[in-house]
Every structure is written in C-alpha cells, then in structure tokens.
C-alpha cells in the first residue's frame, strides 16, 4: 500500500458516495459473536455463495452491540436498507446465502432490529425525532466496517482527524478543543482528560510515551474488547494524535493476553498503518514520527491501576506504586507518560472532526458526550450501549434492554465492577453522570452493568465481587492483602447461616479501614459492592444471622 | 523550602520532604512498619495515614511529599481506629510465638502492638503453613512471620543488587522467598544478612549456632577458644544500653571467659596479620609492571561470593589473602597449639563477627580447613553473642575489662578500622608505604576513605608514584567501580585505579548484617567513629608495628608471602554461575 499523505485523506470520499451493485453480506466476528458460533455461519455463507458460483465477498465486522443475538449476519441489498438477522444458523445462513444468489427476498425470519434502528450514529443523519436512543460516538464503525480493512476506515473518514491535526493544529489547540469537549476519562474516574494530557506534555523528561491501557477487567465488561476488536484504528489513530501532542515518539497499547483477536487485530491495524504512512517516520508526509508496540498483560486486574501497570510494562511485578509521582510526570522508565483508557481514545477522532463544542452538547452536565456500557444479568437484550451521558438507569434497562427477562421485577443495577456498587431498583431514575452514581455509593467505573432481578441473592453477589478482589489483590499493602480476605471470612459465615451481629459491625469496620489505608483503588474500592449491599439490602444479611433464628 | 503545618505546629522542609519527614522533624510520631530510612518508601503497611485538610482521603505519610501550606493531621479518633485496624489484620496474619522468636522484645511489630494496646483480635487466625529456609545456614528465613513490608526485597535488589529474594505468588498468598521458589542456597544469596537487618519481625534472622557453642563449653574435652572482629567491640553495648559506638572491646573479652572460653583472640590481630600479607601482594604487583592491577580486596565474604557468582573475570584481580577471621582460625590451631602445647584436634574456634556471611565463608572451600581441621568451627553473630552473654547472666555493664590472650590477640590500629568501610584500604596503604620507603606515612589518616560515600576514590602518594584508589561498600554500588575496570581493560589503557576495596553491607562490617537491629546511616557513622577512636588511642596504628605479629614471621611463618604463608592464609576463587544446579 502506497504511503498516504494528508491531501490524500483530505480527498478521500465517504463510503456513502460510492455505489455498489452488489450485496454486501456482514457477519458479526468479535469476541461475542464467535463464542455464539459466528465462525460456521460464515463458512456457510461462503460455501453457499461459492457453490451458487456466486463471488460476492462475504465481511467480517465487529460487535454492532447486539450481544445475546448473535451470531448476526446483515444483508443490504442494492438500493435497500439494510437487514439484521440474529441467532443466525448454519442451516439459516446456507437459506439466506441461497436466497441472495437467486435474487429472492430475503427471508421473514431471524429478523432483528439493526443498527440504524438501534443507535444514531455521530455525524450521520437522524431520521426522525425520538428515534433511536443509543448514541454512538465510540461504537460508530463497530459492526459497520471490516476492522481488518484500513480502506473500509479510511471510507469512513478514518484518519482525517489526524491529517487535521497534524497539518493545521498545534498541541495546544488540540488539548483546548479537548478542554471544551469536558471529556473524561474513561477507565472510571473521570479525571479531565485534556488536564492529563496537558500535564503530561508540560512534565519534563528525556522523552514523553504514551500508552492505551487496554487491560479491562471487571466481571462482565468487555466495552474496551469490542471497541478494540470492532474499530481498531479507530484507537489508535486517537493514540497517534495523543502522542502528536504531548510530544511522544513512540507508545505502547497494554492489552491483556485474554484477548487474543483484540491483540490480532490492533497487530494487523499496526501493519497496516505502518504500510500506510500512519505510523514510523514522517506520518502522512509530515515532520512528526511516531511508533507504537504491543504489550501483553498476563491478566492481572491489578494492571490496569496506572502504576501497576507501568510496573508490568517494565517486565515487573505488576503492583501499584504510589503517586506522587504521577505516571505523567514519572511514568515508563521515569519519564513523563500519559495512559488512557480505550474508550477516551476512541472518542478523539470525532472531537478533533466535529469540535469539542458538540462534544459537549451531548451529555448532562460535567459528564460530556457518551458512555459505553455492557449490560448483562437478567435483561431481555444483553449487550453493548453506548448512550448519551445523563440518560437514567431505566430508560437503559427498561428502554434499550428490554427490562427483566425472567419478568421477576428489577431488584438492583450493579454499576462499576468490583469496586463499584449497587443500586436499588427506587433509584432506577438516576441519570447516568460520574456524580449522580457516586452519589448512590456507586460508581461509573468502565463501563460494567450487572443488572439483577429479585430472585438474586445480594449476600452471594457482594461474596463474589469481594471474592473477585480478594483473588486479584496485588497483596502488596496490609489493608486490601488480609483486610479483604478477613471480611471474605466474615461473609462467608454470614452466607452459611453462621454469622453474628458482631460480624456486620466488623465487616463495616475492616471495609472502612481498607476504604481508607489501602495503596491504590482495588484495595480501596473492594468493599464498596459490600458496603452498598448493606446500605440498600442490610435486612437480607441480617435475615442469616444465628440470632435471627436460623 | 515549603511551610506547612503538622497538627497546627508550623514546619519548614526542603521539597521533596514527604510529611513523615516533616513529622519527625517536630517530634511529631507516625506510626509506620515498613518505612525504613535506608529505603524508598514502598508504601505497604498503611499504618502511617494521616489527613490532609482539603483531600477526603488519607495519605500515607511515608511516601506523601509536603506540599506548600498543606495543614497535615496525623492523629484523631478515625485516623487511630483504621490504623488499629489495620495492626490487627497484620496480627491476625501472623502467628503469636513472640515468646520464642528471635526478634523478642526487639521487633517493631511487637511495638506496634504494644503501642496500640491490643487486649484481642477479632478476627480469625489465618497464619499460612509454610517451611522454614535454612538452607543457607546463615540466615533463616520464616515466611510465617513475614508481614510483607518489602524491605529484604529492596535491600537485595537495590542496595545490593544480589535479586535473590523477590515475591512470589499474590494476595493473601504473598510471600517472600528465593525467586524462582527454590531454596535460598541454591539462590544467588550471598548471605550479607541486609534482609535480616531490615526486617522489622523476625521473618528473617540469622541462623542461630549459640546451642552448639554451648555444647562445646561443656565439653570437658574441648579446649574453646573465641575471637571476637573489629565491628562488634562497637556495636554489642546496644544491646546492653550503651551508647551507640561505645568501645567494649575490654568488657567483651571479659564476658567471653566468663562464658568458658580458655582463650580470647582478637581478629583485629588477624586483620593485621591480613595487611602484611596483602600489602607485600600490592606492593609486588604495583612495582612490576605485568602484574595485574587493580588489586581487589577479599576480607568480605559476601563480596567475594557475590564476585564468583556475578564477576568471575574479576578472580585475576582478587587478593588472594584469606579473611582475619580464616587467618585467626588457621593459627589457632597451628601456630597457638603448637606454642601451648595443645592438641589441636581439641582446639575449638568460635568467631564473633558481624556478619551472617561468615558463618558460610569458614566452609567455602577446601582450603578453609589449611590447619587440618576446619580452621574456624563456628561463626556466630554480634547478635549471638549478645544472647549468649544474657543467658549466662553475666552483668556485662558492670563487667571490668580484660586483656586478650596476646600471641592471636594483640591489634594495632590499623586492625581495628577494619570494621568501617575504607578501613581496609587505609590500613593497607600505611603498611604499603612503609613497605616501599621504609618509614611510617606522615599523616597515617585517609580521610578520603572515610565516611558514607558509596564510592570513594583517591589518590595517594608513595615515593614520587601516585596509587589510585577506590573504595565500595554496598554491593550495588560495585558496578560501578568494575565498569570502570573493565572499559580500561578492553581499551587497553591504563587501569583507573591500582587498589579497589570491597564491603558487601552499606558502611562495611560496622553495618553487617549480624549486628544489632536497627540499622540507619547514623548508627553507622557512629560505630565507625567508635572504631577510628580505637585507632587514634591505640600504641601503634600501622600493621607491620604489631610486636606480636613480627614475633609471629620470626617464629612460625618466615615471610609474608612465604611458604607457610601460603599455605596457611590464602586462598584462590572460581566461578560459581547461579542458576545452574
């Protein structure tokens, strides 16, 4: 592939323009859709297509966000809107590959509700008011594009952020537009992403590195994966523009090794941007240079901690250290480093095209722009959705993912992952911003979203939250190493009818010293799912002491 | 500097104070379990929170640095309650055996606790059934009682820069062990016992031998003899009230024949023995020009293990003069049985040092038994000693002094700095002076080898030629000196220095890990200064000026350097890769 240039990208079409007469036939082919079978569905496809002498070519694209639908095939034929088709069969797709060839309608069944009808997408026409009510910004090429086709980004105005950027911004004018957006950082606790990376580029060092911390690990959240899986460049071309301005030469994305085809694919973006011109030397002709390496995380939840994680880059034992120094001033190998989340990145082509301005036109107050959730438990529609900041905790569980799937009323919504906490069903009418849930002893945390139904046991569920905690605890600090294991201790007599009413208290009281004592956030925030359990549901811990009669 | 408050007392600090530095400097106490001075803060225990007005968190005081007008609270009722809390987890996860543990009554956690006035835990005992490594039969390692503070890590890895010791597993399960899960000795441990002297439990002591030299005292058969090293007579009073650095070398020969001991020996005669034997090697090898130079000291059994191991190239550069301590034990059971008529095969040499390490170095090679026997039977600790001498009851305050038996017992000055860091250096220089003009240097102190300095280099005059020096201690700061060594080498250029000295512990044996706990920079500075007054008090301050040493070339060894000589006090080195059993 021949190096780009920015007039190039400046020249480049939209998709939109370009006219097919052919089907276009997409399978959903991350992470979730594989585990559904999405694999020999397209093998199906493609022997059913070859078969009919038929040389259509059949794409891979990422999670549209429809997780418990899949696998999920969509067909648009010329001139038509596209089709989604879900739980998809073998059997069923050899049925619609064989239909497509013969020119027949497309079948009645296995029809879902695609992506138009689901989400607006950032910078694309809205057709009607009260439409749609995800907003995806982050998620905008996922399950859209071919993620391992640069050219299908490229389509999509896949680098033109970075061509503005690096032919008519300076850094100072990029972390100002980021500054009007009030984007905040993803990973959970929302620091200003334009503060972080204007401290990072006024720290002085030998030189400034960048990293994406592609180490998700709540129980149950896997937003970072799909984006990565889903829209590889798209991150990285946030990160090329993040090491533009704070003056980086070279960045490094952390991913864990549990995610072997979000490591495949970001590897395959990397070639493809080096052959592009995107990466190495002299980025699209310009005078910036700038490489980025993989490191794999060997899956400790620990690693995402921003210290830790530098720990583990560094080929050590990844556990957190303390800040001061702050890794953007001492980061990697003592020098200046600025981490964001995935989705922070993500979110930077838009900002830069579409201005920070309308970046925080969306969302409710200091929470700006969109947040990507993965709801799983028992709702209806398990899966990825990325809505507007300020939506209420209803309009997601109820609206978007179809309310309780057993019909068992909703009991609770469990929101931050292991150091995040609950919240009752009363409060389902919480926007959605990092200050509302925080409020409610919650948390926004990454993006996880556990929703529970009433025939849920809460003790089992703070068990296993501390549980996930304890067994991920770095041990390095006395609070959260043996705090967490002895309130695991307490809870677990408590679950098996042998607690007392002195355990509670002591629970409380070992929670609020490792809240207080603990080095770093998973020490701090592990009792949290505990303590918000107890605040809201204190009688169903009480309903198993001996003394309650038991 | 940056004002802030503490508790509303105004403090003044230079940036980069953290607050416990700040506390410390108006008297103010925080708590803490694994800040030691020596070492960054690794920010573990959490006991030493504190408040900072404006922040809902608490901060840790060991790693926090003072910010301007940051108003710092370090004691209230929720400040004490997590802090209490927090001692308790740490207890419920270690086991009550204070009454036998080797740090009783000298251990910070006991502190701690009898600080905060713990009547009960309330939590379950949840003390993990791992095995005890004595592999090393230097130093004992229980990770029962490890309270995961980090020190030993850091002190091997950065201070020492040996990386035996690491953590292993995680959470709950964290414990510390020889990286790689296998035994200490098959480890790269050198056995320095820094770990054991940062530790602030008894998770790692040095491995205990006083029952076999008790044995051995009441063994009608054994003729038991002791030495005691220059480092200890400075540092045993700690354990008895003393003011730190306080010369007890009189009260100490005297405790040791109370305890039975029919002979008392003093290394310092051997580090004078070791002075003639290494400067006539110096002095050979600086006046002809093939030799090898620089000439590298080898008293240090940590450093001479830590060089097979990690530095092998270095072996052509090794003195090859045996330790004091190996020279003490090698004439005592030739050169004194012999004068005493004296069996010995009945001969028993117990050696005090400061030093785990030793305890290895008397078995390190075939040539540690050149009397016949092994030359020293046993090495115990200053630590040791001092148990020892409590058992017997002994009121060792009060204790009048004594002399040594003189034929092994007589020092100079020069035998006496051996103890300090430089000490080797400087007492070698003033022999080798001697040695090549005939007369005394006219000022006989080297303050440039002197004090705290991780590298010290200089230069010295003898007879119009100009001898460089380096002096090391503190095996991380080794590398330095050996690249500087080895860039000259392979230029082919003149080597940067003739004479380098090594000492494994930070401060030299006055600092070693067998001596009494506690350790900080200023004890050392301390028990050196307690050594270099021994030296400036003393009736003679040059090695070859000992009157007992002559009488020892007259009437047993010949030379230095001499058949016996060999023979007897020197020794070679080989490589010994780690990793590859």
């Known amino acids: ?550 | 500097m940056i004002q802030a408050t503490i508790n509303s007392l105004p403090v003044e600090v230079a940036p980069g104070a953290t607050i416990l530095d700040a506390a410390r400097q108006v008297s103010v106490h925080i708590p803490t379990l694994c800040k030691h001075p020596d070492l960054e803060a690794t920010a573990a225990c959490g006991i030493c929170i504190v408040r900072v007005a404006g922040s809902t968190k608490m901060l840790r005081a060991c790693c926090t640095p003072v910010e301007a007008d940051m108003e710092i609270t370090t004691e209230d009722p929720e400040i004490i309650q997590v802090r209490r809390t927090v001692v308790e987890m740490i207890l419920s996860r270690h086991p009550n055996e204070c009454l036998t543990c080797g740090r009783n009554q000298n251990c910070e956690l006991q502190t701690i606790a009898a600080d905060f006035g713990l009547r009960e835990i309330c939590l379950d005992s949840i003390v993990p059934d791992l095995p005890i490594d004595n592999s090393t039969r230097a130093i004992t390692l229980d990770p029962r009682k490890c309270i995961s503070c980090g020190r030993c890590i850091q002190v091997c890895q950065q201070i020492q820069d040996v990386w035996a010791l690491s953590f292993l597993q995680r959470g709950i399960d964290t414990r510390i062990a020889a990286a790689g899960d296998i035994s200490l000795a098959d480890s790269p441990c050198v056995r320095c016992g820094q770990c054991s002297a940062h530790c602030p439990t008894g998770a790692i002591v040095e491995y205990d031998e006083t029952q076999e030299v008790w044995d051995k005292l009441l063994d009608p058969d054994a003729f038991c003899v002791a030495q005691l090293a220059p480092a200890v007579r400075v540092a045993i009073g700690e354990a008895f009230g003393f003011p730190v650095g306080t010369n007890l070398t009189g009260k100490t020969y005297a405790a040791l024949r109370r305890m039975g001991f029919k002979a008392v020996f003093d290394t310092n005669f051997g580090a004078d023995l070791t002075v003639m034997e290494e400067a006539h090697e110096f002095v050979g090898r600086f006046t002809n020009a093939k030799s090898v130079l620089p000439l590298i000291t080898t008293c240090c059994p940590s450093w001479v293990d830590f060089m097979e191991k990690f530095h092998d190239d270095m072996i052509p550069h090794f003195s090859s003069c045996k330790s004091p301590q190996a020279m003490v034990g090698a004439l005592a059971k030739t050169y004194y049985a012999e004068k005493m008529g004296l069996d010995p095969a009945k001969v028993y040499v117990v050696s005090v040092m400061p030093c785990t390490a030793k305890k290895f170095e008397i078995i390190r090679s075939k040539e540690m038994h050149s009397s016949g026997f092994w030359d020293v039977d046993v090495s115990l600790t200053t630590r040791e000693l001092a148990r020892m001498i409590k058992q017997s009851g002994i009121n060792f305050r009060v204790l009048a002094e004594e002399q040594p038996d003189h034929l092994l017992g007589a020092y100079t000055g020069a035998g006496t700095i051996f103890g300090a860091t430089g000490g080797v250096m400087e007492a070698a220089l003033r022999t080798s002076y001697y040695l090549m003009t005939g007369e005394n240097p006219a000022r006989l102190e080297f303050l440039k080898t002197r004090g705290l300095d991780g590298v010290k280099e200089g230069k010295f005059d003898i007879a119009g030629k100009e001898i460089r020096f380096a002096v090391a201690h503190g095996l991380g700061n080794v590398e330095t000196v050996l690249t500087k060594v080895r860039e000259a080498r392979d230029a082919g250029t003149e080597p940067p220095y003739h004479f380098i000295e090594v000492m494994a512990c930070p401060g030299g044996c006055v600092g070693g890990g067998g001596q009494p706990y506690g350790v900080t920079d200023n004890l050392r500075a301390k028990r050196a200064a307690g050594l270099y007054q021994d030296d400036q008090a003393g009736l003679w301050r040059c090695a070859h000026e000992n009157p007992y040493i002559q009488k020892l070339y007259e009437d047993f060894l010949g030379e230095p350097l001499g058949e016996k000589s060999e023979q007897l006090l020197h020794t070679s080195y080989h490589p010994r890769p780690t990793y590859r059993r």
């Open chain 1, 1 to 550: 592939m021949a190096r780009l240039t920015v007039a190039d990208l400046e020249a480049r079409a939209p998709a939109e323009a370009q006219v097919s007469d052919q089907p276009k036939i997409k399978v959903g082919m991350s992470t979730c859709g594989m585990a559904a079978g999405a694999e020999p569905v397209f093998v199906a496809l493609e022997a059913e297509l070859r078969r009919r002498s038929v040389e259509w070519r059949v794409a891979r694209t990422g999670c549209a966000g429809m997780c418990s639908m899949e696998p999920l095939v969509e067909v648009t034929l010329p001139g038509q809107p596209a089709v989604m088709f879900g739980d998809v069969t073998p059997e069923f797709a050899r049925h619609l590959a064989a239909a497509c060839a013969a020119g027949k309608p497309l079948p009645v069944e296995k029809r879902v509700p695609g992506i138009a009808d689901l989400a607006r997408i950032a910078g694309e026409p809205v057709a009607t008011e009260g439409g749609p009510r995800q907003y995806r910004i982050v998620m905008r090429n996922c399950g859209v594009i071919d993620p391992e086709e640069i050219d299908e980004y490229l389509d999509r105005g896949g680098y033109k952020a970075l061509a503005r950027v690096l032919s008519t911004m300076t850094p100072e004018q990029v972390i100002e537009e980021l500054k009007v957006s009030g984007l905040r950082g993803r990973g959970g606790a929302g620091f200003p992403a334009w503060l972080k990376w204007s401290l990072t580029r006024e720290s002085a060092g030998e030189e400034h590195l960048i990293v994406c911390n592609g180490d998700e690990g709540d129980p149950g959240a896997y937003m970072d994966r799909s984006v990565l899986e889903g829209d590889p460049h798209a991150v990285l071309e946030g990160m090329i523009i993040g090491g533009y301005v704070i003056g980086a030469k070279s960045g490094f994305f952390y991913i864990r090794a549990e995610y072997p085809l979000a490591i495949q694919r970001i590897e395959k973006a990397l070639r493809q941007a080096r052959a592009s011109g995107l990466l190495g030397n002299n980025i699209l002709g310009t005078d910036f240079s700038f490489n980025v390496e993989i490191r794999l995380g060997a899956g400790a939840f620990v690693c995402g901690e921003e210290t830790a994680l530098i720990a583990s880059v560094e080929g050590k034992r990844g556990t957190p250290s303390p800040r001061p120094p702050y890794p953007s001033v001492k980061g990697l190998w003592g020098q200046p480093t600025m981490i964001n989340n995935v989705e922070s990145l993500a979110n930077l082509t838009q900002i830069v095209l579409r201005g920070g301005e309308w970046f925080s036109g969306i969302g409710m107050g200091k929470s700006t722009g969109t947040k990507v959730f993965a709801v799983t438990g028992k709702v209806k529609h398990a899966g990825l959705v990325e809505i507007p900041m300020g939506m209420t905790l209803r309009e997601v569980v109820e609206g978007i993912c179809g309310g309780s799937a057993s019909g068992s009323p909703i009991k609770a919504v469990q929101t931050g992952g292991p150091s995040g906490g609950l919240i009752p069903a009363r409060e389902l009418d919480t926007p959605i911003t990092y200050e509302h849930l925080q409020k409610l002893g919650s948390y926004m945390g990454s993006g996880g979203m556990i929703v529970m139904d009433e025939t849920d046991d809460l003790v089992e569920l703070s068990r296993f939250y501390l549980g996930f905690c304890v067994d991920e605890s770095c041990g390095k600090c006395a609070p959260c190493r043996i705090g967490g294991t002895q309130m695991l201790r307490l809870l677990d007599r408590i679950a098996a009818g042998k607690g007392n009413e002195g355990d509670i208290a002591t629970i409380r009281r070992l929670a609020h010293a490792m809240q207080k004592a603990s080095l770093c956030g998973l020490g701090q925030g592990a009792p949290n799912p505990v303590l918000s359990a107890l605040r809201y549901f204190e009688p169903e811990f009480r309903g198993r002491l001996t003394s309650s009669g038991n």
